[in-house]
């Protein structure tokens, strides 16, 4: 019953996201639901010059992750850009279903993180680790027959509703340890979705950074590396010099929790090789590098936002929700928090 809920609720966000997208029929009568109504008009979330959007990686808490769904968390924010995770578009192509529970995979993780996690949870983190592999590797053999159609039809989707793809990032794709055909596949369905660039962990390896920026040269396509607490400002140095199609996707918050001083000086130093910028609020090392609600935490979003219009760079900012959601919100909610954050800055 759980499933043909999902699948009847699905069904009723595809036809609802259609006809809003490209009907010019539809009147307000037809639903009798306002929340229908905010549909009728493109979202917009560019603001003074700077383009804010979200990584779909934010809407990960939420029950449904459909491509539907999650179009519609992106609508319900006002956002009309995006970072798009694979996830959505792969199943939405036909992808093998996975079983993993998300929400246990998720906090083992963070436990894990965290150095809180017991014997028994790291042992059955390890299995679920171990189950993953033997079903990417039968996503590997989906990949090399996929229908890019279904991803063409996938971006209509999302484009008629007024949503652009400005990054794509597949899970299980980009790797030292992935296969040709993977960064091939990878590459080819972003552009297939629009996007300008991929992004992928940087791998702090520079044969691979090497390797990668080839692929990228050969579809040209940009890939931008996404860095954590190793981040520098020498970081992406090495990957620049080796590919002009090797690039930067900055993530501002883990940067500060690096304990980098004067962030805002990467952004300037670097901009002409940022492709997207993460944005979130994280303490310096000294206060203890949490993860916060923004405008609460040591990271300058206010002077970076301010930063980009002024300089007038063109590059969006990706808004990625990672604090703590309050009792009683959702990530959607705060995501459309984060918006006015940025809207705010941008006045």
Request: charge should be positive; glycine fraction near 6%; aromatic fraction near 8%.
């Amino acid at each position: 019953m759980q499933n043909n809920s999902k699948s009847t609720r699905r069904k009723f966000l595809r036809n609802t996201l259609t006809l809003a997208a490209g009907s010019s029929l539809i009147t307000p009568s037809l639903f009798g639901a306002p929340s229908i109504l905010k549909y009728y008009n493109k979202p917009n979330s560019k603001f003074n010059g700077v383009q804010i959007g979200v990584i779909t990686y934010s809407f990960r808490s939420m029950e449904d992750q459909s491509a539907e769904a999650t179009l519609k968390y992106i609508l319900d924010c006002g956002i009309n850009a995006i970072e798009l995770i694979g996830d959505p578009a792969e199943t939405f192509a036909g992808r093998p279903e996975n079983t993993l529970n998300r929400s246990v995979y998720f906090g083992l993780m963070k436990k894990n993180k965290s150095g809180a996690i017991s014997d028994n949870e790291a042992k059955e983190l390890a299995e679920i680790q171990a189950n993953q592999a033997v079903y990417n590797a039968k996503v590997t053999e989906w990949r090399k027959n996929a229908d890019m159609k279904k991803f063409e039809k996938f971006r209509k989707m999302y484009n008629d509703a007024g949503v652009q793809i400005y990054a794509f990032k597949p899970r299980n794709t980009f790797g030292k340890n992935n296969s040709d055909a993977d960064i091939d596949w990878g590459m080819k369905t972003a552009k297939v979705l629009g996007a300008s660039h991929v992004t992928v962990e940087h791998p702090s390896n520079d044969a691979t950074t090497l390797r990668l920026g080839n692929f990228a040269k050969k579809h040209r396509i940009y890939i931008a590396y996404h860095g954590h607490e190793q981040q520098t400002p020498t970081l992406w140095d090495t990957a620049l010099e080796q590919s002009k199609y090797n690039a930067l996707n900055l993530d501002l918050g883990h940067f500060v929790a690096a304990g980098n001083t004067a962030p805002l000086e990467i952004i300037k130093t670097k901009h002409e090789h940022i492709k997207s910028m993460h944005l979130k609020d994280r303490q310096t090392p000294e206060h203890g590098k949490g993860n916060l609600v923004w405008g609460s935490g040591d990271t300058p979003l206010t002077g970076a936002l301010e930063l980009m219009k002024d300089k007038n760079y063109t590059f969006p900012g990706t808004i990625e929700l990672e604090y703590d959601i309050p009792q009683g919100s959702n990530a959607v909610a705060e995501v459309q928090k984060c918006v006015e954050f940025c809207k705010n800055a941008l006045k």
